[in-house]
């Protein structure tokens, strides 16, 4: 079975911190992926990266990074310097199996950003 | 590339009515869609898988009669919401597959339900 777990419900961070999104996942496959959608106010959801099984190469866009570490099953999301615009909710999802469609959601953080 | 729409955005009705909701992709043909439901607050709970040309496959716990897909076109899949109740007040997201990476999709903008 596969499942995502972010334990952080909400995170409130003054703006220029940084801050690290924790999200731990479940698979029995040796074939996933793994990636991580910023949902703002608006709803639409937005793609932010993905990441297979085979790549643990750290990644890193801007203010944003991500840290995959298979041997604790983690793929934490870290924005430096965050800004209010970065104020949303963080979904981390996995994608397992040769072939397979589903996306399995986290429960989502919720982040805020006070200016 | 890989735009998703739906429409509408938003929409009330009464109890007991149908509702539908479309799901296009804009700039690709799409075989296979999928309908998340996400209520306040919460996650994104995978609903159906819509195929194109076939009959959707629906998750466990998901009333296939209530919950009607139609995948009638490489670039359109409707959800109607049949006799809806206020506990069917929801955001809906549908998503399309983008080639062949598994897990790979493109999202809707979603559309707000709220049943009164």
């Known amino acids: 079975a596969q499942k995502v777990t972010q334990a952080q419900t909400e995170i409130s961070v003054v703006e220029k911190e940084d801050v690290t999104l924790d999200c731990v996942y479940e698979?029995?496959?040796?074939?996933?992926?793994l990636f991580w959608y910023k949902q703002p106010p608006s709803g639409e959801l937005v793609f932010l990266i993905r990441?297979?099984?085979?790549?643990?190469q750290n990644e890193i866009s801007g203010r944003y990074s991500w840290n995959f570490q298979k041997s604790t099953s983690s793929f934490n999301f870290t924005i430096t310097a965050s800004q209010v615009v970065d104020s949303a909710v963080y979904f981390c999802?996995?994608?397992?199996?040769?072939?397979?469609?589903?996306?399995?959601f986290g429960t989502g953080t919720r982040l805020t950003v006070i200016p | 590339g890989a735009v998703v729409s739906q429409h509408p955005s938003w929409v009330i009705c009464k109890s007991g009515t149908s509702v539908k909701i479309e799901c296009r992709s804009l700039d690709f043909q799409a075989t296979t869609m999928f309908w998340y439901r996400q209520f306040p607050k919460q996650s994104l709970m995978l609903m159906a898988t819509?195929?194109?040309?076939?009959?959707?496959?629906?998750e466990q716990g998901v009333e296939k009669d209530k919950f009607l897909i139609n995948h009638a076109s490489l670039t359109l899949s409707t959800l109607t919401v049949t006799s809806a109740h206020p506990e069917d007040s929801s955001f809906y997201i549908c998503?399309?597959?983008?080639?062949?990476?598994?897990?790979?999709?493109?999202f809707g903008p979603g559309t707000r339900l709220t049943v009164t």
């Open positions: 698979t029995r496959d040796t074939t996933y992926y």
């Open positions: 819509s195929n194109e040309g076939s009959k959707a496959t629906y």
């Open positions: 999802a996995l994608s397992a199996g040769t072939g397979a469609n589903n996306l399995f």
């Open positions: 998503s399309a597959r983008v080639g062949q990476t598994p897990g790979e999709q493109y």
């Open positions: 990441r297979n099984s085979f790549d643990e």
